[in-house]
């Protein structure tokens, strides 16, 4: 295994005027962008999916696999995708349960 030397030298001017500027306390956090950061990596990465598990009847189970094969979905896409929907008032119920 090959073992690298840590250099402490600039490569360039440039690189040694940045490396001054950070050792004098020339460089400090900039929270507005760090938030925006924060907000973008959210949106960048959706929200946080989970796993669940429900018990259904399994003529249900083969409709939804039916009606999934039929719109090339998988089915547990189309669950997911039912359940957001009525939460969202997209599918109301007519009668109540």
Do not use: C
């Amino acid at each position: 295994m090959k073992k690298y030397k840590v250099i402490d030298e600039p490569f360039d001017d440039e690189e040694r005027a940045l490396m001054e500027a950070f050792e004098r306390g020339g460089f400090k956090r900039d929270y507005e962008t760090e938030e925006r950061l924060k907000k973008t990596k959210l949106i960048v990465s959706g929200p946080v999916a989970r796993n669940v598990t429900i018990h259904m009847q399994q003529e249900d189970i083969d409709g939804m696999k039916k009606k999934a094969a039929e719109a090339g979905i998988p089915y547990q896409t189309l669950i997911n995708s039912i359940i957001h929907r009525y939460l969202n008032g997209g599918i109301i119920l007519k009668n109540a349960i």
